[in-house]
């Protein structure tokens, strides 16, 4: 087992290409009919960043053209006062996206912008189109030229091979041509258009703001941490299934596709939002406490403190600290001006990583028993990282405490996972994987807990694929998206 694991190690080394371009992280934002767009979508984005860090991007649109900055990098350092000058218009769409290595990337960067027999139309995508692959290459078969190896192009070369003459009335048949998660923001010259997936993969929230007198300005975002920044109201989500058209008539709401079960994505509220947001209409807050609550009741310990692990195991610990009366204390200090370690491209950066992101307060620590809470193991690497840094930091036991299930699917609609092989829950069992991040114990959530924590209910599911392997639509090119995962 150890050989597999130290393997498995090896793998993570060589392997680092893995991520492909179907799997996709992201944030989306759009807003029609402010003076200051373009500053509002840089103001969301900034908000968003957590959504992606390797390429953003804002189109604006002041009816007459379409302006287009985008490139690699946070959005903070891309967007200069003199680029936002550029961007002028009362309506603008924006992205922020972790992509691939790769000499091409810029060309993947979103906004997509193209000139077609519908006008100029832009588009910012978060989630991931399963079929793309199959659509993609009927399309070159017939002729269709791309210039990007995103999912995202298929849908313009669709809605620009549409007979339908209007705008709406094209991208209404995209829509129905697609398969998997998609939530996606157009910018057109004197509107723009936002349209989710029948399932609810990904979260995107709608918002109003005031201009200025009675006028409003509608918003849209992958989060509504966003609109806190710009001091937007919430006013829900868009439907599963929904189209929105918000231009010169108003704000057009209309079904284009057949009502599907829902399923929200479930990983937004153990890792993937902020917990200021609302999402799927639920705070991620409320979500990761009761996770951590939930945990703390089906897997107890025999500890001292509870450390999370920060960020994003925050709240899962306070709520593990409340429930089993233990102590929190914050004995891992995060570096908050590093990048993720998890999705940073190079292998040197990334095992430098942890050390460089996490450092542990040897005062709180030395003799302690500790309850270490994390949203997920992915790998286990991270983990055995952090173990071993504790203890060394002086802790008497370390018992790890997971608020998720084993993570042992990978995701085909929109979050980066590795492939089966590298999953270390769909190769070990659970006390494989405590000996190899080197844990005294280890727990994880239960399947029905997490439900119970996110308020799964009749109106409101979730996907689970990740922790199931139950993937709630067909995957028609399954080979195809597994198989590209492995040549990477
Ligand atoms: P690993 O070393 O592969 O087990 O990574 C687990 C760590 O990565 C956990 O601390 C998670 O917070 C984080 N993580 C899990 N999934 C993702 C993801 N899709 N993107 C970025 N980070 C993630």
Do not use: W
């Not at 759009?30 to 373009?38: D, I, N, T």
């Not at 891309?78 to 961007?87: A, D, S």
């Not at 897997?299 to 009366?325: F, R, T």
């Amino acid at each position: 087992m150890s050989d597999q694991l130290d393997q498995h190690d090896q793998l993570e080394d060589d392997k680092l290409d893995v991520f492909d371009k179907l799997h996709e992280e992201c944030g989306v934002f759009a807003v029609y009919g402010h003076p200051e767009a373009a500053n509002l979508a840089y103001l969301g984005l900034y908000a968003l960043q957590h959504r992606g860090q390797e390429s953003a991007g804002i189109a604006s649109s002041d009816g007459r053209a379409t302006y287009l900055h985008r490139g690699m990098g946070h959005v903070a350092d891309l967007f200069t006062p003199e680029v936002l000058g550029r961007l002028p218009g009362d309506h603008a769409i924006g992205h922020t996206r972790y992509s691939t290595a790769g000499d091409s990337q810029v060309l993947n960067a979103q906004p997509l912008s193209v000139e077609c027999n519908k006008g100029r139309i832009s588009v910012a995508h978060n989630g991931n189109i399963t079929n793309a692959a199959e659509i993609r290459r009927e399309l070159e078969y017939d002729g269709s030229i791309f210039q990007t190896s995103s999912d995202t192009e298929v849908i313009l070369h669709l809605v620009a091979r549409s007979r339908e003459r209007t705008l709406a009335g094209a991208l209404r048949e995209a829509l129905l041509q697609l398969e998997g998660a998609f939530s996606l923001v157009f910018l057109a010259g004197d509107r723009i258009l936002i349209a989710r997936d029948p399932n609810g993969f990904r979260p995107l929230a709608m918002g109003q703001l005031e201009v200025s007198g009675r006028k409003v300005s509608t918003v849209f975002a992958s989060e509504t941490c966003a609109f806190d920044l710009i001091g937007a109201v919430y006013l829900g989500d868009v439907e599963p299934g929904e189209m929105v058209i918000v231009g010169p008539e108003g704000v057009t709401r209309e079904r284009y596709a057949p009502k599907r079960d829902h399923a929200h994505c479930v990983f937004e509220h153990v890792y993937f939002s902020r917990p200021d947001s609302i999402v799927f209409g639920r705070s991620v807050q409320e979500s990761r406490e009761m996770q951590g609550r939930m945990l703390a009741r089906e897997c107890p310990a025999d500890a001292d403190i509870v450390v999370p692990l920060p960020d994003s195991g925050v709240p899962a610990a306070l709520g593990y600290a409340s429930e089993s009366g233990l102590p929190f204390k914050q004995a891992l200090i995060r570096n908050h001006y590093v990048g993720r370690t998890f999705i940073e491209p190079s292998q040197a950066i990334r095992d430098f990583g942890v050390k460089l992101k996490l450092n542990p307060v040897r005062h709180l620590l030395e003799g302690k028993r500790v309850v270490l809470v994390d949203d997920s193991i992915v790998r286990g690497t991270t983990s055995r990282k952090i173990v071993r840094m504790v203890r060394n930091a002086g802790a008497k036991e370390v018992h790890v405490r997971i608020s998720c299930p084993p993570t042992v699917s990978p995701c085909f609609y929109g979050v980066d996972t590795p492939s089966v092989g590298e999953l270390i829950a769909a190769n070990s069992t659970l006390e494989e994987i405590r000996r190899f991040i080197e844990a005294d114990s280890l727990g994880y959530l239960s399947l029905g807990a997490l439900s119970q924590s996110v308020a799964d209910d009749r109106d409101h599911h979730y996907c689970y694929a990740c922790y199931t392997g139950n993937y709630p639509t067909e995957l028609i090119n399954i080979q195809e998206l597994m198989s590209n995962r492995e040549r990477h």
